[in-house]
């Protein structure tokens, strides 16, 4: 469902602003706006499509397996909603508290860069810097942690419903490891380059002062959406929004008093970071909390961080080779090979110092 609503979206979208792109801007905003809501459409029908289907074929299975259930077994249906309510309404919550927050953003930033002396224009192109360009950069990895978190909560509510508590921590070992692998060198990736991805992917180089000063809340960023999903396998989705609210009310706070000071659009890029990092943190606190802090810090921590650390004093270097070459590495085909290299050499470091093993290898191939 969620892929068929990306690429309706991104289709219908393209097509509407090429039909009424003659017609001015305005016009344009109007085609992405109703591209977002044929995208969504697109998605809640296959949902739909899905749900009845499945419905119809799992008829059979299941009055089979009544037949074969003792009729003494009986559901106390009020339990059962209140327990289902418990969990529901807490994540609906989140969602509900993560859209007010991104809303608060699209007033707050623009009208306080407005007060530091910029004009609307201005204040607006600074905004769509942060919010269309440099978020949308930062949350482009999380393709994976989503998948990692869709995955997660099952996993989790069984073990919990079992009671294997060993299960549930060494899927917490996973996401920790899996936060710091994929975190730490894209964090030093986008500190170092971020000029030039916002260069390649957008044409806008200005951009990339934005992405870097953003960058340190990449790794917080990843973990804070997996350990939401294993707070939600743990049952505790309500320590989950609270801690979201709080770290929205840091951002929220920090870009009223930062972004209309001297810092800019740059203490709105500043704040947003800051709050991710406390729900991060708080999140952290909470399940270590609920199933304890035994974790493997030298491969969860410190030999990604090993490597990352490598990979930040090996960018200047690399960018010398290719210039040497005869490579231009601030060109586009350029700044490709530049990530292109950066990756291969934290894959083979992390590959040496033993922290991907061939195990996790053949758990990636599964």
């Known amino acids: 469902s969620q892929i068929t609503e990306q690429i309706s979206r991104l289709l219908s979208t393209l097509m509407i602003i090429n039909a009424v792109g003659y017609l001015g801007l305005k016009y344009q905003a109007a085609g992405i706006a109703i591209g977002i809501s044929i995208g969504e459409l697109c998605g809640l029908l296959l949902l739909i499509i899905l749900f009845i289907s499945t419905l119809f074929n799992n008829h059979i299975s299941i009055s089979n397996l009544k037949n074969k259930v003792s009729a003494n077994l009986k559901h106390n249906y009020i339990s059962d909603f209140r327990l289902i309510t418990g969990l529901a309404v807490p994540i609906t919550l989140g969602r509900i508290i993560n ?86 060198p894209i964090t030093i990736i986008f500190y170092r380059s971020g000029t030039d991805i916002c260069n390649l992917l957008f044409g806008y180089p200005q951009a990339g002062k934005l992405l870097t000063a953003m960058a340190f809340s990449a790794t917080f960023l990843y973990y804070l959406q997996v350990s939401h999903g294993m707070l939600n396998g ?11 609210g709080l770290g929205s009310a840091v951002k929220l706070i920090g870009i009223f008093y930062l972004t209309g000071q001297s810092l800019g659009i740059y203490g709105a890029a500043i704040s947003i970071g800051l709050g991710i990092v406390l729900s991060a943190l708080l999140n952290f606190i909470a399940i270590g909390h609920n199933i304890g802090y035994n974790i493997d810090l030298k491969n969860c921590f410190v030999k990604p961080l090993a490597a990352s650390i490598l990979l930040y004093f090996s960018h200047p270097y690399i960018r010398e080779f290719l210039n040497y070459l005869s490579i231009n590495s601030t060109a586009k085909y350029g700044i490709i090979l530049v990530l292109l290299i950066m990756i291969f050499i934290y894959i083979l470091i992390m590959i040496i110092i033993k922290a991907i093993t061939i195990e996790d290898l053949n758990r990636f191939k599964k």
């Open 99 to 184: 859209s007010l927050m991104m809303s608060g953003e699209a007033v707050l930033i623009p009208r306080q860069l407005e007060l530091s002396g910029l004009s609307i224009s201005k204040a607006t192109s600074l905004y769509g810097q942060l919010s269309g360009m440099v978020e949308q950069v930062i949350f482009l990895p999380t393709v994976f942690t989503i998948a990692l978190t869709t995955s997660l909560i099952p996993n989790v509510s069984d073990a919990m419903a079992r009671n294997n508590i060993k299960k549930v921590k060494s899927n917490y070992q996973d996401v920790i490891r899996i936060s710091c692998y994929l975190g730490l």
């Open 234 to 244: 743990l049952g505790k989705p309500h320590l989950s929004v609270i801690n979201l």
